[in-house]
């Protein structure tokens, strides 16, 4: 029996979870905020306490290393807009998007939105998944088919998941070299 689009894209999704859910583990705000380089990008307080992150609409050169603060701070930044998107809301979409201030939140609001983006997904029809109806208003792809923009975010969750788990092998391996497990 053919396996259907949809299907195809929440399988893909499913298997991108659980290798979150594998780094996610155990992980605390000290690895959130630990810097793999002088030249980085973190997440931090301003003034008014609320956690924003180090950003530039054009990527400087050299890219700074990132903090996995910051990617969970990108994450929810990417795939809020898209869920706002799909709502509708487009005022909430291109409202600041800050991260929550300890690990246990950014992992727990990754999961929401988890749950949120396979519940959009769920039953969609081809007809639904190659319309532009739903995500015309996304600011970066407004010709992109909901299709595209499904198979964008299983790749760009794929991509920062595995950034993350390389940041906690780079973590594990300097606490080891320096005597510590």
């Known amino acids: 029996m053919p396996v259907s689009r949809v299907e195809l894209l929440l399988h893909q999704l499913d298997i ?6 594998y780094h ?20 931090r307080p301003d003034e008014n306490g609320n956690w924003v992150a180090d950003f530039q609409e054009t990527e400087p050169d050299p890219v700074p290393a990132v903090t996995i603060g910051w990617i969970t701070w990108h994450i929810d930044y990417w795939w809020s807009t898209v869920l706002e998107c799909l709502d509708g809301d487009v005022e909430a979409m291109r409202s600041a998007k800050h991260w929550p201030g300890s690990a246990q939140a950014a992992v727990q609001q990754l999961r929401d939105l988890h749950d949120r983006w396979r519940a959009q997904l769920s039953g969609r029809s081809d007809a639904e998944l190659d319309s532009t109806d739903l995500t015309s208003d996304l600011p970066w792809g407004p010709d992109m088919t909901l299709g595209d923009v499904a198979g964008w975010v299983n790749v760009e969750l794929t991509k920062n998941v595995a950034e993350i788990g390389a940041l906690r092998i780079l973590q594990r391996a300097q606490r080891a070299s320096s005597g510590h497990r």
């Open 24 to 43: 996610a583990d155990g992980l605390g705000d000290a690895h959130c905020l630990w810097t793999p380089a002088e030249h980085h990008w973190t997440v």
């Open 16 to 21: 991108t979870w659980a290798l979150f859910e």
